[in-house]
């Protein structure tokens, strides 16, 4: 069986995606469960290191710089290159996927994010590896 060139970088770009996906969404639950261990801890009246805002944003702002960070570095530890615009692609499509499904995991330790949402974003990151394809000599 024959595999295109296109087929192999998007199966790449999805790999490196479900990879980039695991790691941001890990550091976004990690980072809402302390903040929710903060606010817990400053309802009961105990000294808190950070508070439960400082928590949050972190959170945040952990995720946001993971995901293009590791989209890019995937790809090309796979030797593709012109992935920039995947990771542009995939940083916007994470950064809405998060504002879109924040609500329902930032109060439950472990929630996940809408499956729905996350295969809507792999499979969309992934064929936007198609958009800038390396020049072959």
Known sequence: MHVSHFGRRVGKALIVTLIATAVSHLLLSDGL????????????????AFS???AFTMAVL????A??????????LLRERRVYPMVLVGTLGWFAT????IDSIDDRPGALLSLGALVAFAAVT????LLLRPRHA
């Open 98 to 101: 998060v504002g879109h499904g």
């Open 62 to 65: 952990n995720t946001m710089i």
């Open 33 to 48: 469960s302390v903040s929710l261990w903060s606010q817990a801890s400053e309802n009961m009246g105990e000294a808190v």
């Open 67 to 76: 995901m293009p960070v590791v989209l890019w570095a995937g790809m090309r």
């Open 52 to 54: 439960d805002d400082q």
């Open 126 to 129: 992934a064929l936007s590896s």
